[in-house]
């Protein structure tokens, strides 16, 4: 080894070079790096034991050395293997230590999931994609008990309609867009469901959520706050409606608020603009002071002064502290003082009215005790003015007038003093008489006072009772001459009141002896002979002779008419004592003479002159204009003048048809006066019956159209033709069907029919309307009687009348048959005269329309 060492050094100048190449090889072969495209300078161990390894070799023969050779291949690749395992598993450690510690992680994470997601009902849908197919996790009894999860997505199945809709909306926003949403949703059971969709790491997710534990209870929240909130308007808009004014300071005594009374009473606008202008309602003496009071927790109360809108008022403020400040009202107590300054002096001017007054007045406090006698009481009773001064109580007064015998004689005279001082403890006035020993008779009144005490009132009322005695008798004395006289007397005192009567007043009125025995007034007296002299006038001056002012009555006569037939010439007479005498004479006889010739001959004269003025006036003064009104109607209408709107046209439709009736009431009424001055002469000829019928019936067509009734006429084929007045009988038919007309109801029918009887042309125009009653049917043909039962139909009365004065003008007759509930039947009968021709419509060629412009 020694010799292989030294000629491995001997050679050194040939296998040098060599080794120093080869050892950084053998150092990366053994290092198991790769292999280095150029020499790199490694670590000096390795690179040194690379070349003690060459010089070992160097010796050895090549086959020897080529097989060692691939021994250190075999070994390195072996050891380089090994050492790539080594590190892959490390990594391969190194991965599942981090892989486990993401796992449990995660495992945390899926638990903490799971716990919030079984913390509540839920349930989670998720979408990978837009057409990915949904993913189902969570509890699916939200959407319904029994459901199942796929259901969920059928919003219309559980939900209301305008939810399902509208999460239907939303959630395609969701999944198209990436459109985050939410809201709460109602069920068909009245649950409440928080919707939230929102996309997390590329997914789309949809939250269900049963919140109707949370709605119910905000919903109780909020119907408790807005109750409180409206409670709260309420009171402040009832505090804003108070006259009075009322504030609330803070602790620093700043305004936080007022109601309406205040800020007017300030002239401010608001609080803000009472703050920004230190606008207060109490003085700074008054706020101080308050402030003090409530410093030391003591309410301030007081009446002050201020100025009130502008007017100085005196108020009664009261101020309490609050927990944060204080709260005060101020009622304005301005027109109290003055009514109590008022009232003062009205008790004063009342005093020394009483003291005027002869009725002795004596008032009494509470504890009994006298406070006030006018100056009629000390004259009545004679008592010193130093006693009554000393405020004796009413016991010592009755017990002093007793001793002096000036009260009236009583045998327990204690009893009748404790019956005269419970009058303190009575609840309405008494009044007594007192007769006193010196023949005076005193009236005595005790009312009670609302504030205790009583009030006495004397008044000697001795000379009235023997004015009365004589009076009586001198009544008596005159009834008994008055009741020989056959003239009804009656004699009225100066109150009103009868006081006198004789027996012909009663009769002649039927006057009751309970009225006339209790002294009625004037008013009772007229209101019982009202019943058979209902006149006012007449008695409207008898009352104002009786209960008129002296300085205005005088004597004046009337004539009376009663419902019986009677006259009575009444005369009224005022007496010098302030009486009024009423006398009634009965004046039939000759009254019911006179008045018969003079009511004949006014009623003459009086429709002859109607008669004439009244057909001149139509004639001239309505006819003619209301003639130029149609014509203008009728211009504008065809357009003549120019072109209408529709509604100008129905304006000018609508006053030639309101024109045309009017007219034909003017016709109507100048045909009845035409009959009776005897001046209308019928134009005879040939009519066709069942042409007239039609031409009668088209002048209905609208009013038959509008009321949905059907009109059928009923004439045999051959009816033909009579002689008559065409127009007239036209107008007849008119008449009938208008009438039946307005007297029918929707849906019913008219029918209209005619036949030849003999001589006779016989028309019936029947209807199925409510039918007349009896009690009008008699007067049914009587001119202005016009009569609605109960239906719309208005006229003026004179429709049947008219049909039946042509009628007998034709010397014909006219028959009605009705009943009520069954209809109208019209019966008019025509004389047939002459020969008919067969029907051919030539009197026909007129339309009733324009009957009312003939």
């Given at each position: 080894?020694?010799?292989?060492?030294?000629?491995?050094?001997?050679?050194?100048?040939?296998?040098?070079?060599?080794?120093?190449?080869?050892?950084?090889?053998?150092?990366?072969?053994?290092?198991?790096?790769?292999?280095?495209?150029?020499?790199?300078?490694?670590?000096?161990?390795?690179?040194?034991?690379?070349?003690?390894?060459?010089?070992?070799?160097?010796?050895?023969?090549?086959?020897?050395?080529?097989?060692?050779?691939?021994?250190?291949?075999?070994?390195?690749?072996?050891?380089?293997?090994?050492?790539?395992?080594?590190?892959?598993?490390?990594?391969?450690?190194?991965?599942?230590?981090?892989?486990?510690?993401?796992?449990?992680?995660?495992?945390?994470?899926?638990?903490?999931?799971?716990?919030?997601?079984?913390?509540?009902?839920?349930?989670?849908?998720?979408?990978?994609?837009?057409?990915?197919?949904?993913?189902?996790?969570?509890?699916?009894?939200?959407?319904?008990?029994?459901?199942?999860?796929?259901?969920?997505?059928?919003?219309?199945?559980?939900?209301?309609?305008?939810?399902?809709?509208?999460?239907?909306?939303?959630?395609?926003?969701?999944?198209?867009?990436?459109?985050?949403?939410?809201?709460?949703?109602?069920?068909?059971?009245?649950?409440?469901?928080?919707?939230?969709?929102?996309?997390?790491?590329?997914?789309?997710?949809?939250?269900?959520?049963?919140?109707?534990?949370?709605?119910?209870?905000?919903?109780?929240?909020?119907?408790?706050?807005?109750?409180?909130?409206?409670?709260?308007?309420?009171?402040?808009?009832?505090?804003?409606?108070?006259?009075?004014?009322?504030?609330?300071?803070?602790?620093?005594?700043?305004?936080?608020?007022?109601?309406?009374?205040?800020?007017?009473?300030?002239?401010?606008?608001?609080?803000?603009?009472?703050?920004?202008?230190?606008?207060?309602?109490?003085?700074?003496?008054?706020?101080?002071?308050?402030?003090?009071?409530?410093?030391?927790?003591?309410?301030?109360?007081?009446?002050?002064?201020?100025?009130?809108?502008?007017?100085?008022s005196i108020l009664d403020v009261v101020e309490h502290p609050t927990g944060n400040g204080s709260a005060g009202i101020a009622i304005d107590?301005?027109?109290?003082?003055?009514?109590?300054?008022?009232?003062?002096?009205?008790?004063?001017?009342?005093?020394?009215?009483?003291?005027?007054?002869?009725?002795?007045?004596?008032?009494?406090?509470?504890?009994?005790?006298?406070?006030?006698?006018?100056?009629?009481?000390?004259?009545?009773?004679?008592?010193?003015?130093?006693?009554?001064?000393?405020?004796?109580?009413?016991?010592?007064?009755?017990?002093?007038?007793?001793?002096?015998?000036?009260?009236?004689?009583?045998?327990?005279?204690?009893?009748?003093?404790?019956?005269?001082?419970?009058?303190?403890?009575?609840?309405?006035?008494?009044?007594?008489?007192?007769?006193?020993?010196?023949?005076?008779?005193?009236?005595?009144?005790?009312?009670?006072?609302?504030?205790?005490?009583?009030?006495?009132?004397?008044?000697?009322?001795?000379?009235?009772?023997?004015?009365?005695?004589?009076?009586?008798?001198?009544?008596?004395?005159?009834?008994?001459?008055?009741?020989?006289?056959?003239?009804?007397?009656?004699?009225?005192?100066?109150?009103?009141?009868?006081?006198?009567?004789?027996?012909?007043?009663?009769?002649?009125?039927?006057?009751?002896?309970?009225?006339?025995?209790?002294?009625?007034?004037?008013?009772?007296?007229?209101?019982?002979?009202?019943?058979?002299?209902?006149?006012?006038?007449?008695?409207?001056?008898?009352?104002?002779?009786?209960?008129?002012?002296?300085?205005?009555?005088?004597?004046?006569?009337?004539?009376?008419?009663?419902?019986?037939?009677?006259?009575?010439?009444?005369?009224?007479?005022?007496?010098?004592?302030?009486?009024?005498?009423?006398?009634?004479?009965?004046?039939?006889?000759?009254?019911?003479?006179?008045?018969?010739?003079?009511?004949?001959?006014?009623?003459?004269?009086?429709?002859?002159?109607?008669?004439?003025?009244?057909?001149?006036?139509?004639?001239?003064?309505?006819?003619?204009?209301?003639?130029?009104?149609?014509?203008?109607?009728?211009?504008?209408?065809?357009?003549?003048?120019?072109?209408?709107?529709?509604?100008?046209?129905?304006?000018?439709?609508?006053?030639?048809?309101?024109?045309?009736?009017?007219?034909?009431?003017?016709?109507?009424?100048?045909?009845?006066?035409?009959?009776?001055?005897?001046?209308?002469?019928?134009?005879?000829?040939?009519?066709?019956?069942?042409?007239?019928?039609?031409?009668?019936?088209?002048?209905?067509?609208?009013?038959?159209?509008?009321s949905s009734l059907t009109v059928v006429i009923d004439t045999p084929d051959d009816i033909g033709s009579f002689v008559a007045d065409g127009?007239?009988?036209?107008?007849?038919?008119?008449?009938?069907?208008?009438?039946?007309?307005?007297?029918?109801?929707?849906?019913?029918?008219?029918?209209?029919?005619?036949?030849?009887?003999?001589?006779?042309?016989?028309?019936?125009?029947?209807d199925e309307g409510r039918g007349i009653p009896p009690e009008i049917k008699a007067r049914i043909f009587d001119r202005f009687e016009s009569?609605?039962?109960?239906?719309?139909?208005?006229?003026?009365?004179?429709?049947?009348?008219?049909?039946?004065?042509?009628?007998?003008?034709?010397?014909?007759?006219?028959?009605?048959?009705?009943?009520?509930?069954?209809?109208?039947?019209?019966?008019?009968?025509?004389?047939?005269?002459?020969?008919?021709?067969?029907?051919?419509?030539?009197?026909?060629?007129?339309?009733?329309?324009?009957?009312?412009?003939?």
């Amino acid at each position: 080894m020694a010799r292989h060492g030294e000629r491995h050094d001997g050679s050194g100048g040939r296998t040098g070079p060599r080794l120093r190449v080869l050892a950084p090889l053998a150092a990366a072969f053994l290092s198991g790096t790769a292999w280095p495209a150029r020499a790199v300078e490694l670590p000096a161990s390795l690179t040194q034991s690379a070349e003690d390894l060459l010089r070992l070799l160097h010796g050895w023969p090549i086959e020897n050395a080529a097989y060692f050779g691939l021994f250190l291949g075999l070994v390195a690749f072996s050891t380089t293997t090994a050492l790539l395992l080594l590190r892959e598993q490390r990594r391969h450690a190194r991965t599942e230590r981090a892989l486990r510690t993401e796992l449990a992680a995660l495992r945390g994470a899926d638990d903490l999931a799971g716990l919030l997601m079984g913390s509540e009902r839920q349930l989670l849908v998720s979408w990978q994609g837009r057409d990915a197919e949904p993913r189902f996790e969570g509890d699916p009894s939200v959407i319904g008990e029994g459901a199942p999860a796929q259901r969920a997505l059928a919003f219309g199945a559980w939900l209301a309609p305008g939810d399902a809709k509208t999460l239907d909306t939303a959630l395609e926003q969701l999944r198209q867009r990436g459109e985050t949403f939410r809201l709460t949703a109602r069920t068909l059971g009245s649950r409440f469901i928080d919707v939230e969709g929102r996309t997390v790491g590329g997914r789309a997710i949809l939250r269900l959520r049963d919140v109707t534990l949370d709605r119910a209870e905000l919903l109780t929240v909020r119907s408790d706050l807005a109750g409180a909130q409206e409670d709260l308007r309420a009171m402040t808009d009832l505090l804003d409606a108070i006259a009075h004014p009322l504030w609330i300071r803070d602790e620093t005594d700043r305004l936080l608020w007022a109601n309406r009374a205040y800020l007017n009473a300030v002239e401010a606008s608001d609080v803000a603009d009472a703050t920004a202008r230190s606008l207060d309602l109490l003085g700074q003496r008054t706020r101080d002071e308050s402030r003090r009071l409530r410093q030391g927790g003591n309410r301030f109360a007081a009446r002050v002064t201020a100025v009130m809108a502008g007017q100085r008022s005196i108020l009664d403020v009261v101020e309490h502290p609050t927990g944060n400040g204080s709260a005060g009202i101020a009622i304005d107590v301005s027109e109290l003082e003055a009514v109590r300054t008022d009232l003062q002096r009205q008790m004063d001017a009342h005093v020394r009215t009483l003291d005027q007054l002869p009725t002795a007045v004596a008032i009494f406090d509470a504890s009994q005790q006298l406070i006030f006698t006018n100056a009629a009481y000390q004259q009545l009773w004679g008592l010193d003015s130093a006693f009554l001064g000393s405020r004796p109580t009413d016991g010592e007064v009755l017990d002093r007038l007793y001793a002096a015998r000036k009260l009236p004689e009583q045998a327990d005279f204690r009893a009748w003093k404790t019956e005269i001082l419970a009058s303190y403890r009575a609840v309405d006035s008494q009044e007594t008489w007192w007769h006193l020993p010196d023949r005076r008779t005193l009236r005595v009144v005790m009312n009670p006072n609302p504030q205790g005490g009583v009030t006495y009132l004397f008044d000697d009322v001795s000379e009235h009772i023997q004015l009365e005695s004589q009076v009586t008798a001198l009544t008596r004395v005159q009834s008994e001459t008055l009741d020989t006289l056959k003239e009804g007397v009656a004699v009225f005192g100066s109150d009103g009141r009868l006081k006198l009567f004789n027996r012909a007043f009663a009769e002649m009125w039927t006057l009751p002896a309970e009225l006339t025995a209790a002294q009625p007034h004037v008013d009772a007296v007229i209101k019982a002979c009202r019943r058979l002299a209902p006149q006012d006038e007449p008695w409207v001056d008898i009352r104002g002779a009786v209960a008129g002012l002296p300085d205005m009555r005088m004597g004046f006569g009337c004539r009376m008419e009663r419902q019986d037939g009677s006259a009575l010439d009444c005369a009224a007479q005022p007496l010098p004592d302030g009486a009024t005498l009423l006398t009634f004479i009965d004046v039939t006889a000759s009254v019911n003479v006179e008045r018969a010739l003079k009511e004949r001959n006014e009623a003459l004269e009086k429709a002859s002159r109607l008669r004439d003025e009244f057909v001149h006036h139509v004639s001239y003064e309505l006819r003619s204009p209301l003639t130029n009104v149609i014509g203008f109607a009728q211009l504008l209408g065809d357009e003549t003048v120019g072109a209408l709107n529709p509604r100008q046209r129905d304006y000018a439709d609508h006053i030639m048809r309101s024109s045309a009736a009017l007219l034909a009431i003017l016709n109507d009424i100048l045909d009845l006066a035409s009959i009776d001055t005897g001046s209308l002469a019928l134009t005879p000829e040939i009519v066709d019956i069942r042409s007239t019928i039609e031409a009668a019936m088209r002048g209905l067509e609208d009013r038959l159209a509008e009321s949905s009734l059907t009109v059928v006429i009923d004439t045999p084929d051959d009816i033909g033709s009579f002689v008559a007045d065409g127009k007239r009988v036209r107008q007849i038919l008119f008449n009938l069907l208008s009438n039946a007309v307005g007297f029918s109801s929707p849906g019913q029918s008219i029918t209209v029919s005619a036949r030849k009887s003999g001589g006779e042309v016989i028309f019936e125009v029947r209807d199925e309307g409510r039918g007349i009653p009896p009690e009008i049917k008699a007067r049914i043909f009587d001119r202005f009687e016009s009569h609605t039962l109960g239906t719309r139909h208005r006229g003026v009365g004179l429709g049947l009348s008219i049909v039946r004065s042509f009628v007998e003008l034709h010397g014909g007759r006219i028959e009605l048959a009705s009943a009520p509930g069954v209809g109208t039947t019209v019966t008019c009968v025509f004389p047939n005269e002459r020969y008919e021709s067969p029907s051919d419509g030539r009197s026909a060629h007129s339309a009733v329309p324009s009957l009312a412009a003939e």
